[in-house]
């Protein structure tokens, strides 16, 4: 039997998450680089349901998303370690999950790119780019004029939107510090829970944690810079850090 397969892109946040749960639950994989428009061509191979990444593939099956991954890793923990707590705190680590999902990783990633693509485009080039095979490298090469357009169309990047989603990610923020203001260790209940790892995976992003695996390229953009830096300072920031030098 081959080693599960991590298909991800180098600099994703979300991807962070899924590989994250991969290394907490001790699953042995090996990690399968791809760059955004070749991707494209992976959703037949695998019958994805959608062209995003992360997913897993098995031997057996292909899990499609950070989610449906880490319910699987529940399940197939190599050290007993699991991310969903029993019965209702379960359904409370993924709600708060899910908002992180939908609201946090949304607009971290609009933030980036709202700066980078319309002012930096080569940097982002170079970081799609980053540990994939010459030939994607070529491909993202060739199409990136027409891959930055679709980008740009798809997540509505632009510089007032840039603004909107730091507007929003001061309020979820403020949601956090307010969640973890008793002082609790974690979101829900007494364990190291999904709803952590997805908080520290998706916003940590903004503070550039030294024990994340991409690090050395991990890259903020100054007007972005100005304002993550005073994030830094907040509680729930404060705490993320923390749970990158316990748990990653
Ligand atoms: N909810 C999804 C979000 C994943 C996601 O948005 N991935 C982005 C990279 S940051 C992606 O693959 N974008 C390209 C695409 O959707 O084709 C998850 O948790 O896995």
């Known amino acids: 039997m081959s080693k599960p397969a991590l298909y991800m892109f180098a600099i994703s946040h979300y991807c962070e998450k899924g590989r994250w749960t991969l290394d907490y639950t001790g699953i042995e994989h090996d990690i399968k680089y791809v760059a955004p428009g070749p991707h494209f061509r992976l959703v037949k191979k695998f019958k994805l349901p959608g062209s995003s990444v992360p997913y897993v593939v098995t031997d057996h099956e292909v899990v499609h998303g950070t989610g449906d991954i880490i319910d699987w890793a529940d ?4 050290n007993g370690k699991t991310l969903t ?6 359904d409370q680590s993924r709600e708060i999950e899910k908002r992180i999902d939908d609201v946090i990783g949304v607009h971290v990633r609009r933030a980036f790119y709202s700066e980078m693509l319309i002012e930096d485009p080569g940097r982002v080039k170079k970081m799609l780019t980053h540990n994939v095979s010459l030939a994607q490298k070529l491909i993202v090469n060739a199409i990136f ?3 930055r357009k679709i980008m740009i169309k798809r997540m509505d990047i632009g510089s007032a939107q840039g603004l909107e989603s730091i507007q929003i990610l001061e309020k979820e923020i403020a949601w956090l510090d307010e969640l973890l203001a008793d002082g609790r260790p974690f979101l829900v209940g007494d364990t190291f829970s999904r709803a952590d790892l997805s908080a520290a995976a998706l916003l940590g992003r903004t503070i550039q944690p030294p024990q994340h695996p991409f690090y050395d390229h991990l890259y ?29």
Do not use: C, D, F, N
């Open 85 to 90: 707590p029993a019965g209702e705190q379960g």
């Open 75 to 78: 399940k197939h923990t190599s």
């Open 220 to 248: 903020t953009p100054p007007k972005l810079k100005a304002v993550t830096s005073e994030w830094r300072s907040r509680p729930s920031l404060q705490w993320i850090s923390k749970l990158y030098e316990q748990y990653r």
């Open 145 to 147: 004029p027409k891959l």
